[in-house]
């Protein structure tokens, strides 16, 4: 009697214990994993014949393209041919055939946030045979196009993740703080036009004077006069970020105001008590505070006195610190 199912002869080998025991005759088996192609999965329920088509004498192909070839042809979504490896493997178990999944964590571009629900053909759209762009704007060209808060055309960078990140495209942030301009205080709610004006935002000016930021308060401050006195553009020495007003300026670096008993706190309250030419700070007068009045008082307390004269230039060099001595 010959075997049909499946057939032996010509290709089986004749040592039947290969299959076959001594204590019945069939039913038969064949331990496929003692081979170099262990069956799993689905494949344990694939007749014989299904793949070793020319017998089983070996040499049968261990490729899943071999079997999967109209599979793969046929496949649609996404479409596989041309392009996609023939490795079924990658994206395929034998446990099942579908669903099958593609570990995108193994390439140059893991996917994370919301380009884990993007369909595969979205960006792949030229087949998935490699080179597919991984910068942000070959995908997201539109939205920075089209970006009106601020306006991204022209002068923005293409990085996308600079601002986005692939969780949620909106809102968006900058961390400016990674910049030479670190933003605190009430710059932080400033809107970014307001600086970077005419959306140019590359070489913004720093300085806090200059034009586009403070120049127009600079220029319109009367109490002191900041344009007629020549006051620096750097609104830092008196301003802070925290708030415009109330702003102080450190005296103890060129005269410290509250020294001695004549310049205890509350003494004056305006900057124009003491410099007297509101165009030229400068300019300073001791005499009109002092009660050195008259002035043969003054000239007797500083009799032998090098140097010595009635003027505020002279005080000042006696008295830097605003102490007597």
């Known amino acids: 009697m010959s075997a049909a199912v499946p057939k032996h002869s010509p290709t089986f080998p004749t040592d039947c214990t290969s299959c076959h025991s001594t204590s019945v005759w069939q039913p038969s088996t064949f331990d496929h994993s003692k081979t170099v192609f262990p069956l799993a999965g689905a494949h344990l329920a694939v007749p014989c014949v299904q793949c070793h088509t020319n017998g089983y004498g070996g040499g049968t192909p261990t490729l899943c393209y071999s079997c999967h070839q109209t599979?793969?042809?046929?496949?649609?979504?996404?479409?596989?041919?041309?392009?996609?490896?023939?490795?079924?493997?990658?994206?395929?178990?034998?446990?099942?055939?579908?669903?099958?999944?593609?570990?995108?964590?193994?390439?140059?571009?893991?996917?994370?946030?919301?380009?884990?629900?993007?369909?595969?053909?979205?960006?792949?759209?030229?087949?998935?045979?490699?080179?597919?762009?991984?910068?942000?704007?070959?995908?997201?060209?539109?939205?920075?196009?089209?970006?009106?808060?601020?306006?991204?055309?022209?002068?923005?960078?293409?990085?996308?993740?600079?601002?986005?990140?692939?969780?949620?495209?909106?809102?968006?942030?900058?961390?400016?703080?990674?910049?030479?301009?670190?933003?605190?205080?009430?710059?932080?709610?400033?809107?970014?036009?307001?600086?970077?004006?005419?959306?140019?935002?590359?070489?913004?000016?720093?300085?806090?004077?200059?034009?586009?930021?403070?120049?127009?308060?600079?220029?319109?401050?009367?109490?002191?006069?900041?344009?007629?006195?020549?006051?620096?553009?750097?609104?830092?020495?008196?301003?802070?970020?925290?708030?415009?007003?109330?702003?102080?300026?450190?005296h103890t670096t060129y005269f410290p105001i509250s020294a001695g008993s004549s310049h205890a706190p509350g003494r004056w309250t305006l900057c124009v008590d003491c410099h007297t030419v509101p165009t030229n700070y400068a300019l300073f007068s001791c005499i009109d505070c002092h009660a050195h009045q008259p002035q043969s008082t003054v000239d007797a307390k500083h009799v032998g006195q090098t140097g010595y004269t009635y003027t505020s230039a002279a005080c000042y060099r006696c008295h830097p610190r605003g102490t007597p001595g």
């Open 71 to 250: 599979d793969y042809l046929n496949a649609a979504n996404p479409k596989h041919s041309p392009g996609m490896p023939t490795d079924c493997s990658t994206c395929h178990t034998t446990t099942v055939w579908q669903p099958s999944t593609f570990s995108h964590t193994k390439t140059v571009f893991p996917l994370s946030g919301a380009h884990l629900a993007v369909p595969c053909a979205q960006c792949h759209t030229n087949g998935y045979g490699g080179g597919t762009p991984t910068l942000c704007y070959s995908c997201h060209q539109t939205d920075y196009l089209n970006a009106a808060a601020p306006k991204h055309s022209p002068g923005f960078p293409t990085d996308c993740a600079s601002c986005h990140t692939t969780g949620a495209w909106q809102p968006a942030s900058f961390d400016h703080s990674k910049t030479n301009f670190p933003l605190t205080g009430a710059h932080l709610t400033a809107t970014c036009a307001s600086c970077h004006v005419s959306n140019v935002y590359a070489g913004t000016p720093t300085t806090c004077g200059s034009t586009g930021c403070h120049l127009a308060r600079y220029n319109g401050t009367t109490n002191p006069a900041h344009a007629a006195a020549g006051f620096p553009l750097d609104c830092q020495h008196c301003h802070t970020t925290t708030a415009w007003v109330p702003s102080t300026f450190n």
